[in-house]
C-alpha cells in the first residue's frame, strides 16, 4: 500500500473516532409518557382544546416508521412554545424526520454546534466543551418538561 493512502486512511479512521467521542455525550433519550404529553398541552396551551391538540399531534405517530410518539409529541410542543400554527408545522415536519423535532427541542445548543460547525470543525471541539453543552441542554429540557407552570 502507498504511503500517502495509509496516512490518509489513518487521518480519516482518527476522524471518525473525534467525531464519535463527541456525540456520544448527545446520548440523551428523555422517557416521555401519554399523561406527559396531556399535562404538557394543558400546561403550554391553556387556551386550546386539549382534545384537537392531541388530533392534530396524532398524525405523527400512525406509520411504522414514526419512532417514539410520545417522545416526538412533546418535543413538537416545545418547540411550538404555545404557538397552535406552529404545531401544525412542527407535526408535518415530524413526519419528513422526526430526528429534525428531536434535536432543536431537547438538544439545542448541541445541535447548533454540530450542525453549524460541520462535522471537521466539530470534531476539534474540545471533549470538555461538548460535555458541557450537551449537559446544559439535558438540564434545561428536563426542567422545561418537569415545569409545573407555563412561565
Not at 471537521?120 to 418538561?145: G, H, M, S, T, V
Amino acid at each position: 500500500m502507498f504511503k500517502w493512502l495509509k496516512a490518509r486512511r489513518e487521518r480519516r479512521e482518527q476522524f471518525l473516532r473525534d467525531v464519535r467521542e463527541r456525540m456520544e455525550f448527545a446520548g440523551f433519550v428523555p422517557t416521555v409518557s401519554a399523561d406527559d404529553v396531556l399535562r404538557l398541552i394543558r400546561r403550554d396551551f391553556p387556551e386550546e382544546n386539549p382534545s384537537e391538540l392531541l388530533a392534530a399531534l396524532s398524525r405523527y405517530g400512525t406509520e411504522k416508521y414514526h419512532s417514539e410518539k410520545h417522545r416526538v409529541h412533546a418535543a413538537i410542543l416545545k418547540l411550538s412554545n404555545g404557538n397552535r400554527e406552529r404545531v401544525d408545522h412542527f407535526v408535518q415536519n415530524a413526519m419528513n424526520d422526526f430526528r429534525d423535532i428531536l434535536m432543536p427541542a431537547e438538544l439545542p445548543d448541541y445541535s447548533n454546534l454540530m450542525f453549524g460547525l460541520g462535522p471537521r470543525e466539530f470534531a476539534k471541539r474540545p471533549i470538555e466543551e461538548i460535555k458541557a453543552i450537551a449537559q446544559n441542554d439535558r438540564d434545561q429540557y428536563i426542567k422545561w418538561l418537569n415545569r409545573v407552570n407555563r412561565t
